[in-house]
């Protein structure tokens, strides 16, 4: 690709020479402006002709070509200096201005370069509008289209979710809890036993094996309760007979 002139477009660029900005009034706005380090300077001008000839400006008129006039000052801030093809002393047509602020001097935008850039500003806005909008679009075959904005995920999250007030149990619905406890703890006994708080559950069938009594115990205490009987027995003789009804 060639590269690009930096003469193509000069509505982007800018040029100072700090040096001259202290003594910058009307009579030397146009010698500042013709410095050779100034891009927006045409070399080729009828002033550069006047200048080498060491002629008064009033001679301009009488000459056929591009020249720069000073169109406008307002010292020590702003200067307007203009462009023009002179084609009689009469006629000319204006070819560009250039405003000195500060003495930063800048090249005034034409009305076309104006209106360009107003377009594309307002067809980028359009553009970035119609792109969020379409980010926004959700489309299902069952649902159809529908808009799924983020703001309202958020104003969900920060709201706060209000809490429900717990209604206290009736007394059916207590009774009826107890009730099926109840008939839990009997369909499926408890496999652990907590016999104290703080000690570690102990299985119910080590605890019914602790609770059974030793054999030989049990039987002492058998052979006890068989001499108790037959004594009860000899201390009260035999049975008495009955007569029998006939």
């Known amino acids: 690709m060639?590269?690009?002139d930096i003469r193509d477009n000069l509505l982007g660029i800018s040029w100072v020479d700090s040096s001259w900005i202290p003594i910058l009034n009307s009579g030397s706005v146009l010698d500042y402006f013709s410095?050779?380090?100034?891009?927006?300077?045409?070399r080729t001008c009828n002033n550069e002709v006047v200048k080498m000839q060491r002629l008064t400006l009033e001679h301009l008129n009488q000459m056929v070509g591009i020249e720069y006039i000073l169109l406008h000052a307002q010292e020590p801030i702003l200067f307007i200096i203009?462009?023009?093809?002179?084609?009689?002393?009469?006629?000319v047509i204006p070819l560009a201005d250039y405003y000195i602020i500060a003495g930063v001097i800048y090249q005034a935008p034409d009305l076309g370069s104006v209106i360009n850039s107003r377009v594309l500003t307002a067809v980028h806005g359009i553009q970035s509008a119609f792109d969020e909008a379409?980010?926004?679009c959700r489309y299902h075959p069952s649902k159809g289209y529908w808009w799924h904005?983020?703001?309202?995920?958020?104003q969900d999250k920060v709201k706060p979710k209000a809490k429900r007030k717990e209604e206290?149990?009736?007394i059916f619905q207590r009774q009826r809890v107890d009730a099926l406890l109840v008939d839990l703890r009997q369909k499926f006994p408890p496999k652990f036993v907590q016999q104290k708080s703080g000690e570690k559950p102990v299985p119910v069938d080590q605890t019914k094996k602790e609770a059974e009594p030793i054999p030989e115990t049990v039987k002492s205490e058998e052979k006890e309760t068989t001499k108790n009987v037959q004594q009860t027995v000899s201390v009260k003789g035999p049975p008495e007979k009955r007569m029998r009804l006939q």
């Open 168 to 170: 206290p149990s009736s």
């Open 82 to 91: 203009r462009k023009q093809q002179r084609q009689s002393p009469a006629q």
């Open 35 to 42: 410095e050779r380090s100034n891009p927006f300077y045409d």
């Open 134 to 136: 379409m980010s926004y």
């Open 2 to 4: 060639a590269a690009v």
């Open 149 to 154: 904005f983020k703001d309202h995920e958020e």
